[in-house]
C-alpha cells in the first residue's frame, strides 16, 4: 500500500507543502484526523509507525470527552495503532487538572455523560445534582442533555452563584453520519439563560490542553507539531504556544473554507500519508 499520495491543486491555499523535517515531539488530534467512527484513516497506522521509528514522541489529544483516556488507547491499539493510558490526552484530563487549581475541593454539577462524571469523581470531586449545594457547573459533550438538566445548571448559576466550567468549544463532532451536537450547544443553552459566561473551556485550543499535551510529550513548543481537522482548536493551539500547526483536509474543515480564515495553518495536508517529508515516505515505502 502506498502511502505517499500525490497532492491536489492546492495553490490558492494558505500552505501547500508537506513538512520538511521530523519533528521531535507530535500530538495528532483524533476523530477526523487518525480515525473517523471506528475506521482508521488512509494511511494513518504506518505514518505514525514511521514516527515512532525515527525516534519521536507521540500523544493523541481529544477534545472529544465521550470515553475515558484508557477507552481511546484500547481502541487505537484495536485498530492496529498500539497506544498506552499515558500517551492520551483527553478533555477531561485538562479539566480535573483545572478544577484541581482554581476550584479545590468544590461541589460539581455536571452537564455531562456518566464516563466524564465518575472521571470527575475519580479525581476528589463531589457531584450532585442539587443547584443549592453546587459551586461549579461542569458543561460536556452531553447526548443525555435534557431539560432537567438545563434546569438544574440554570438554578445553580442564575440563583446560587456557582461558576460555569466547560470542556470544550466544538459546536459540533464529526461522525461517519455527518456529525452531532458538541459541548457548545449545551453551553450556548447555559448561557444564554442564565446570562453568565464560562470562566474556561479547558479543551482544544485553550492553554491548558496546549500545556497538558506539552507536558505529557516533555518537549519545548518549538520541538512538537499539532496535527488535526480544526483550525479554530487544533491549529489554533497550536499557533498560540509556538508549536507548528498541520491541517488535515480528512475532517471538519474543507479546502474552500480555507480562504479568508482566520488561523492560517503552517501545513495544509490532504491525508497522513503527506505528513512526513516526501524522503522519509519513500524510504517507509520501500521497508514495507
Not at 27 to 35: I, K, P, Q, S, W
Not at 179 to 186: H, S, T
Not at 223 to 230: A, F, L, S
Not at 239 to 244: H, K, N, P, V
Amino acid at each position: 500500500m502506498s502511502c505517499d499520495i500525490a497532492s491536489r491543486d492546492t495553490l490558492s491555499l494558505p500552505a501547500t507543502s508537506r513538512p520538511t523535517r521530523i519533528y521531535p515531539g507530535y500530538a495528532f488530534d483524533l476523530d477526523g484526523t487518525v480515525y473517523l467512527g471506528d475506521a482508521l484513516l488512509p494511511c494513518a497506522a504506518e505514518t505514525i509507525e514511521a514516527i515512532r521509528r525515527a525516534g519521536s514522541r507521540i500523544v493523541y489529544v481529544t477534545n472529544k470527552p465521550l470515553h475515558t483516556a484508557d477507552d481511546y488507547a484500547r481502541k487505537l491499539t484495536r485498530l492496529g495503532v498500539p497506544t498506552a493510558r499515558a500517551d492520551v490526552v483527553t478533555s477531561v484530563d485538562a479539566l480535573v487538572d483545572y478544577l484541581g487549581r482554581e476550584h479545590p475541593g468544590e461541589t460539581v454539577l455536571a452537564v455531562a455523560e456518566q464516563s466524564t462524571i465518575d472521571e470527575i469523581r475519580g479525581a476528589g470531586f463531589t457531584v450532585t445534582k442539587d443547584p443549592l449545594e453546587t459551586q461549579v457547573v461542569v458543561v460536556s459533550f452531553d447526548r443525555t442533555f435534557d431539560y432537567e438538566k438545563l434546569n438544574a445548571a440554570f438554578q445553580a448559576v442564575r440563583y446560587h452563584g456557582a461558576t460555569i466550567v466547560a470542556t470544550n468549544p466544538d459546536p459540533y463532532c464529526p461522525t461517519p453520519e455527518g456529525g452531532l451536537p458538541d459541548c457548545a450547544a449545551m453551553l450556548a443553552a447555559i448561557e444564554a439563560s442564565t446570562g453568565a459566561r464560562a470562566e474556561a473551556v479547558v479543551g482544544k485550543p485553550s492553554i491548558h490542553m496546549a500545556r497538558a499535551l506539552l507536558g505529557r510529550l516533555g518537549l519545548p513548543a518549538q520541538d512538537v507539531v499539532v496535527i488535526g481537522d480544526r483550525l479554530l482548536t487544533d491549529v489554533a493551539m497550536a499557533l498560540s504556544l509556538g508549536m507548528t500547526g498541520i491541517l488535515t483536509l480528512t475532517g471538519a474543515t474543507r479546502a474552500d473554507s480555507l480562504a479568508g480564515a482566520s488561523v492560517t495553518p503552517d501545513f495544509v495536508i490532504d491525508s497522513l500519508a503527506q505528513l512526513l517529508p516526501e524522503r522519509s515516505s519513500r524510504r517507509q515505502e520501500a521497508s514495507q
